[in-house]
């Protein structure tokens, strides 16, 4: 069974210097993809930190994950992530979402539909050199286009349609059960079968949550916020993974939490608010646990069949930079206890 590539989107960020030099770390652990989320309220500015780690890396690819429509333009995001592309000898890659935090501390709303639609098609057209009318009154066009991918995150059966319709790949963000993991590969393909592309013209990777906790306690508490952060967007997921909200109406709960569930500072703080909810609910929707146990969810979650090609697993809580670490940071565990066992495993299938 092909074994995926695997990325990390969460690095000491204090400053582009320190960004940089710990993407290189990564890099020489042989992580394959470096993201950064695009939010102009927690970090530094995404595209400075990924120029900075560009000039630091050789093969390690870079971009953004995610950045949105709402708080950049279109033809901003086009120009910033082609100059990424150009000082990294062709490493970047886009990820795109309807916005976050970075929208949401805003107080803006999230992107439409729609509104991401539009965006890809313009950045998609400004990319690859073609002319575009983006309400200037004339055709807008990149001095600098590079043709990079453009993947789209998603959950909702809407928005995994149109990535499928018009991305270049889809990170899925809808947990770990098979249920919801088939669901949303079949609604990317029906994106495809509308748009008339060829089955294969859209590639999938995964963002998974991943606790790596050795006290069962702690991994389960931090579990049960990943599931409360996913039922607060998404409850949808929930249904179609045969599990129920058995508690206070989860925007009552919100007012507990900053800015939400899934990046509360203290997600065992965060999950006792939720207790409520079983040990399904935490399965499905992260990998917790020991190095050991993150390692065989991994493989039972990389074993279904679905043709996973960038693996993310995001980690839960974010961990401290690595001045502050006493031992492995989570970059270096995973790297070694974890990915090398995983690609083992798969290949012996």
């Known amino acids: 069974m092909p074994t995926p590539a695997f990325g990390l989107n969460r690095f000491d960020f204090a400053t582009p210097d320190r960004f940089a030099a710990d993407v290189a770390r990564a890099e020489v652990l042989g992580w394959d993809y470096a993201f950064v989320p695009d939010s102009q309220l927690r970090r530094h500015d995404t595209y400075v930190l990924l120029a900075f780690a560009a000039r630091s890396t050789s093969t390690i690819r870079l971009g953004p994950l995610l950045t949105n429509p709402v708080t950049r333009h279109a033809s901003v995001t086009a120009s910033s992530i082609a100059t990424v592309d150009e000082v990294s000898d062709g490493r970047a890659i886009l990820g795109l979402g309807i916005g976050d935090t970075a929208v949401r501390l805003a107080g803006l709303r999230p992107a439409r539909v729609a509104t991401l639609e539009r965006a890809v098609d313009i950045i998609h057209a400004l990319l690859h050199d073609g002319g575009i009318d983006i309400g200037g009154g004339h055709v807008g066009r990149l001095p600098h286009p590079r043709p990079v991918p453009i993947w789209v995150a998603a959950a909702g059966p809407r928005m995994l349609r149109a990535a499928g319709r018009l991305a270049d790949g889809v990170f899925i963000r809808a947990g770990t059960h098979p249920a919801n993991l088939r669901a949303a590969v079949a609604a990317v393909r029906e994106g495809v079968v509308e748009a008339g592309r060829a089955p294969d013209a859209v590639k999938l990777g995964l963002v998974v949550h991943t606790v790596l906790e050795d006290d069962p306690v702690r991994a389960l508490a931090i579990g049960k916020s990943m599931a409360a952060g996913y039922y607060e967007y998404s409850a949808h997921l929930f249904a179609i993974a045969g599990l129920t909200w058995d508690g ?85 565990r995973i790297a070694r206890e974890v990915i090398p066992a995983v690609r083992a495993r798969l290949g012996s299938v």
Not at 249 to 272: C, I, R, T, W, Y
Not at 288 to 303: I, N, P
Not at 318 to 324: E, G, N, R, Y
């Open 248 to 332: 206070p109406d989860v925007h009552q709960l919100q007012a507990k939490v900053f800015p939400d569930f899934h990046h509360h500072p203290d997600p065992v703080e965060s999950g006792n608010i939720v207790d409520f909810l079983p040990p399904a609910a935490a399965d499905a929707f992260s990998v917790r646990g020991s190095a050991a146990e993150v390692t065989q969810q991994l493989v039972d979650v990389l074993s279904l069949g679905i043709p996973f090609e960038i693996v993310v697993p995001q980690p839960v809580p974010t961990p401290p930079p690595p001045s502050v670490v006493q031992g492995a940071t989570y970059m270096e």
